[in-house]
């Protein structure tokens, strides 16, 4: 057996190959998930498992394997037409989710214009700055869209853009650095078209109250219920425990004696006599007071304004003398109910009255007295890197003296900070669903933030460092008959006062939906911990079954002494994403800031995005040795489903090399079965073979191809036989008469890019396969093509056509594994297991030994 065969014999196994069992009603292959801006409307929906769809990048990413992503531009693009760049181009239907981009340290001009071209028409065509500034207008606006100063160095744009036949993304001039995220389907059902003039006011509402309130509709008949525990060190506290069919819809903890950590980074603005601040703050109509907090710089003295609330004085803002250098200082106003009740609202002043210098002001937490309880309905984060933060709460200063960016401290016990810290990373947050344990986080990485309690406010969870501030989760959690909270408290320390909230709302339907065979997942948070190892990913989620993949927290402590040229070298790692066996990654970035949307070590200091931030960056202290970061990346419209397993990594380093201590915790939805099986497999290099599967292909050679992978296994050489045709390709396979759609697993030379052919079965067309990327480096490729249910169910064989578009490169093959969506079936403790090409034992007579690669010195530029 040949080295390459010996390969796919194995990954024959982690691509769903099982014995044959009497099937159900297949798992349906159609099933998108939502489409369009459903993606942000339908967030209590995201339980929902799906069928045979994907969600792939496009990137920059080095095709040698090394590390200049982006730096030369030289993997930026796919290719060049009248001078311009195209970035990302697919044929069949799908939708774009997600674009990233950096360069110049954030600032895109020079990429010149973008333009997004959906089933031949031009949807959007801007210079790229001015999209992401929010120049055009709805939908393109903060935070569907953002520049440097809201992401700390990268730009995106977040509008999902559905496509019925085919899209292109292109640039004016190259772009070094960037990401395309987009899905693919199988066919156009249920595709609506992108309308560019489509504002989706209310995602954009919903968006723009992030990290306050739940972004999920409400649920009939949801009730709240609240515990508080001592917990003594060692111990588990059950802090509820819930009857179903129900879905817990918020999930809130409260420690108080963890305490905000000191070091922040903020901007913000001052002015002098005559000078004030205005700006809107929403706050709960059942309020019976609200408590505004301003952050401020204390190195002032004397700085006094008054605080008008609708027109009326409400208060002071008072500050005499300094509290010490490079410190920050909290200031809280309590506004009188009468100002406030049964308002949703407020409309705030501050006007100038004295000071020695000016009156200043970083950020402003607005909290609502609700049921005896303080809780935070707003925050306005004010100074020239959020401007789209200024503009949504309509905030205007005049006579401006100031603005600037402060790296101060808050002046707090350094063992306090400790203590609060051991808490944060040994107390777990466990949650067991129908028996089974599938929550077991730390409390802080749960909710954000793994170095300490800071500031975090994503779609679906937050962190909120105020006094008795609480941390809040908004995951969908359903259950059929049972669901108990429990706190773990593995930090040493007692624990005094803990109090869990939850809400949950009854549903009949979910017991049903959450069988095998069901439509449901459970809510899974999964955590890592541990020493990042030379040469290979740090694996944030490797799981079988089948499930859709929402996103990571993640800590990353550097090993590299401060006196080291670059100490955040880890940051340079690329994340690598396989779904379902496949041997090439699914989504292959540029680096590790870049993964979480931000660009050049988030050189603008933390920043909260909807769907991405960087709360925490330690340096030297507070329970960090030498550089820490903290970060986190929901993917909500770009969520990663899978049907057989997903495996999830992302290197530290340039090429997986720098120490670091890491930890790490994904947010995904699951089952334990799968629901793709092999059926079929041709190896085209096989003469029998060929023969059994009436194989033919017109103007076809063949030849030897040594090289390797893209990815975590890229170091190791595979050698084997590899056909190319340019004429039409026919032959027969096999495949499971329940199937609810089939799926091809080519496995070919990667060498040539826009490979491309229409697929034909038993005569019908039924879309076009294209391979818009190459990689004459590692030049092994496998990717996949979904033939739709309405063209496979209830039939045992298929008769495929492959008729190469005239002047594509040649088709290349060397395998096809052909797959079928069927009823969820247990794949055995095998098929979870990921092939690695290096443990395997290729050596046969005709080949010679295995050949491994060897890599050149890593660059040392400076990162993104």
């Not at 305490?259 to 000078?275: L, M």
């Not at 107390?427 to 409390?443: E, H, K, N, Q, Y």
Request: charged letters at 25%.
């Amino acid at each position: 057996m040949s080295r390459l065969s010996a390969l796919l014999a194995a990954a024959a196994v982690a691509l769903g190959a099982a014995p044959a069992v009497s099937a159900q009603t297949a798992a349906p292959s159609g099933d998108k998930g939502p489409v369009g801006w459903a993606t942000y409307r339908q967030l209590d929906g995201m339980a929902t498992l799906r069928g045979g769809s994907e969600t792939r990048q496009f990137s920059s990413y080095d095709r040698t394997g090394r590390n200049n992503d982006g730096f030369d531009g030289e993997f930026s693009c796919l290719r060049t037409t009248e001078g311009n760049c195209v970035i990302a181009e697919r044929a069949g239907a799908g939708e774009i989710e997600s674009m990233w981009f950096t360069r110049d340290g954030g600032v895109v001009t020079k990429t010149g214009w973008i333009k997004v071209e959906l089933d031949g028409k031009t949807v959007l065509k801007a210079p790229l700055q001015d999209v992401v500034d929010g120049k055009l207008g709805a939908p393109f606006v903060w935070p569907l869209v953002g520049n440097r100063d809201d992401t700390s160095g990268g730009v995106v744009v977040k509008v999902p853009m559905p496509f019925r036949k085919s899209m292109r993304v292109t640039t004016q001039h190259n772009p070094l650095f960037h990401h395309v995220v987009y899905r693919t389907f199988a066919d156009a059902d249920g595709v609506p078209e992108f309308n560019p003039k489509d504002p989706a006011t209310d995602v954009i509402t919903r968006l723009r109250a992030v990290g306050v309130t739940d972004p999920k509709p409400a649920k009939p008949g949801a009730t709240t219920r609240r515990s508080t525990v001592d917990i003594e060190p060692g111990a588990t506290a059950r802090v509820a425990e819930l009857t179903g069919p129900a879905q817990i819809s918020q999930l809130r903890v409260r420690l108080p004696q963890v305490i905000a950590s000191p070091a922040v980074s903020d901007d913000g603005r001052a002015y002098g006599a005559g000078g004030s601040s205005t700006f809107t703050a929403a706050v709960h109509p059942e309020n019976s007071g609200v408590r505004l907090t301003r952050r401020y710089d204390p190195e002032v003295e004397k700085q006094r304004a008054k605080v008008l609330v609708d027109g009326v004085i409400a208060g002071q803002w008072y500050h005499e003398s300094k509290v010490g250098p490079l410190t920050w200082a909290d200031q809280s106003i309590d506004i009188a109910p009468e100002l406030t009740a049964g308002k949703s609202k407020l409309a705030i002043r501050n006007e100038f009255v004295s000071s020695d210098v000016d009156f200043n002001e970083f950020r402003y937490d607005v909290h609502s007295l609700v049921d005896g309880t303080w809780v935070r309905t707003d925050v306005m984060d004010l100074g020239p890197h959020h401007r789209g933060e200024e503009a949504v709460h309509g905030y205007r200063v005049e006579k401006q003296q100031w603005q600037g960016r402060r790296s101060f401290y808050y002046p707090v016990d350094a063992g306090q900070v400790a203590a609060s810290d051991d808490v944060l990373t040994g107390a777990r947050l466990r949650i067991s669903f129908d028996g089974a344990t599938t929550v077991d986080a730390p409390i802080g990485e749960f909710f954000g933030s793994g170095l300490g309690e800071f500031d975090v406010r994503s779609l679906m969870f937050a962190m909120d460092p105020t006094k008795d501030g609480w941390y809040t989760s908004w995951w969908p959690m359903p259950f059929a008959r049972r669901a108990v909270v429990e706190i773990v408290n593995g930090s040493g320390v007692r624990i005094p006062g803990a109090s869990v909230e939850l809400t949950s709302a009854p549903d009949s339907t979910i017991a049903e939906r959450l069988r095998p065979n069901g439509s449901l997942g459970y809510f899974n948070a999964t955590h890592r911990q541990g020493a990042t190892e030379k040469d290979k990913d740090w694996i944030v989620m490797d799981t079988s079954g089948r499930g859709v993949f929402y996103g990571m927290a993640h800590t990353m402590r550097g090993k590299l002494p401060l006196t080291t040229d670059i100490p955040r070298l880890y940051l340079e790692g690329d994340e690598r994403v396989y779904a379902d066996g496949l041997l090439t990654p699914i989504q292959h970035g540029t680096g590790t800031e870049d993964f979480y949307e931000a660009g050049w070590y988030f050189h603008n200091g933390s920043f909260a995005m909807p769907l991405a931030g960087n709360p925490a960056h330690e340096v030297g202290g507070d329970g960090c040795r030498f550089d820490c970061t903290g970060a986190y990346r929901l993917m909500l419209p770009d969520a990663i489903p899978f049907n057989t397993a997903l495996r999830f990594g992302i290197e530290s380093g340039p090429v997986a090399d720098v120490p670091a201590d890491y930890s790490s915790t994904s947010y995904w939805y699951g089952q334990p079965q799968a629901t793709l099986r092999t059926t079929d497999r041709i190896d085209v290099t096989d003469a029998e073979n060929r023969e059994q599967h009436g194989y033919r292909a017109d103007k076809e050679t063949k030849a030897q191809l040594t090289s390797s992978f893209e990815g975590d296994n890229d170091h190791d050489t595979v050698k084997g036989p590899v056909t190319s045709a340019t004429g039409p390709i026919t032959f027969t396979v096999a495949v499971d008469q329940k199937n609810s759609g089939v799926q091809l697993i080519r496995t070919a030379d990667h060498t040539r890019p826009y490979q491309e052919v229409k697929v034909m079965v038993d005569g019908q067309a039924v879309g076009t396969w294209l391979q818009a990327t190459g990689n004459a480096h590692q030049r092994w490729l496998q990717d996949a093509f979904t033939i739709p249910a309405k063209v496979t169910s209830g039939k045992r064989a298929l008769a495929v056509t492959l008729e190469p578009v005239p002047g594509s490169a040649p088709w290349s093959a060397s395998d096809y594994h052909v797959r079928s969506f069927v009823a969820p079936f247990d794949q055995g403790r095998s098929v979870a297991q990921r092939i690695d090409p290096a443990a395997l034992d290729w050596t046969a007579p005709d080949r010679g030994p295995l050949v491994r690669d060897s890599r050149d010195p890593v660059s040392t530029r400076q990162g993104r």
